[in-house]
């Protein structure tokens, strides 16, 4: 498995931006989809976006389309969210995970986790 680290959360308003980072270590990198998934409050873990192993590919959520986006460096061994005019429905725990599909969007498709890092919208 690959360990995973996530960065860049933290408070912002509305309308804000912000850029996740996820390190990877302890595998080869590009021989991985990575995802993004969050957690609010009292709900489900939701798919967010995701990535294929050479970057070329992208999914989002209908939700985040137009405003977040999802790239890959993996000379760096790193996947990126850039989150753009950002909703307080927005607010969650983000989650970076590896798998091997991109298009798998459900958690169980995904075998490696962060420990998450915490997204706060205000209004």
């Known amino acids: 498995q690959v360990q995973l680290v996530e960065s860049g959360g933290g408070l912002v308003q509305v309308g804000g931006s912000l850029r996740l980072s996820c390190a990877a270590s302890?595998?080869?990198?590009?021989?991985?989809?990575m995802a993004w998934f969050r957690r609010a409050p009292g709900k489900e873990r939701e798919f967010v976006a995701s990535i294929n192993r050479s970057g070329g590919s992208t999914y989002y959520v209908s939700s985040v389309k137009g405003r977040f986006t999802v790239s890959r460096d993996n000379a760096k061994n790193t996947v990126y969210l850039q989150m753009n005019y950002l909703r307080p429905e927005d607010s969650a725990v983000y989650y970076c995970?590896?798998?091997?599909?991109?298009?798998?969007?459900?958690?169980?498709?995904?075998?490696?986790w962060g420990q998450g890092t915490q997204v706060t919208v205000s209004s």
């Open positions: 995970a590896a798998g091997r599909s991109a298009t798998a969007m459900a958690p169980r498709a995904f075998d490696s």
């Open positions: 302890g595998h080869t990198f590009n021989s991985y989809a």
